[in-house]
């Protein structure tokens, strides 16, 4: 997911010059999605449940909700 923030990012900053709100907003939803990762492999490497299942999932889904904000952003934008 990371990935596909930096490939966004990168293509907004190509096609629409100053969009700095759409980069941003991709920019933050980035950095969720490398903090989820790194709870969810610090949930893996406890033996017992901890409270880092549930921060990790609900960062993804923050960061699901971000790019999925962008996305439609950058869909009115084009339209």
């Known amino acids: 997911m990371v990935g596909v923030c930096m490939t966004v990012v990168s ?3 190509v096609l629409h010059g100053r969009r700095f709100a ?3 907003l991709v920019s933050v939803a980035s ?3 490398l903090v989820s990762t790194f709870c969810a492999y ?3 490497r406890h033996e017992r449940p901890s409270r880092f299942d ?3 999932e609900y960062l993804f889904l923050a960061g699901l909700v971000l790019i ?3 996305g439609f952003l950058l869909a009115v934008e084009i339209l």
């Open 22 to 24: 759409l980069a941003a």
């Open 68 to 70: 999925t904000l962008a």
């Open 42 to 44: 610090v949930a893996l």
């Open 31 to 33: 950095v969720i999605f």
């Open 11 to 13: 293509i907004v900053k």
């Open 54 to 56: 549930a921060v990790a």
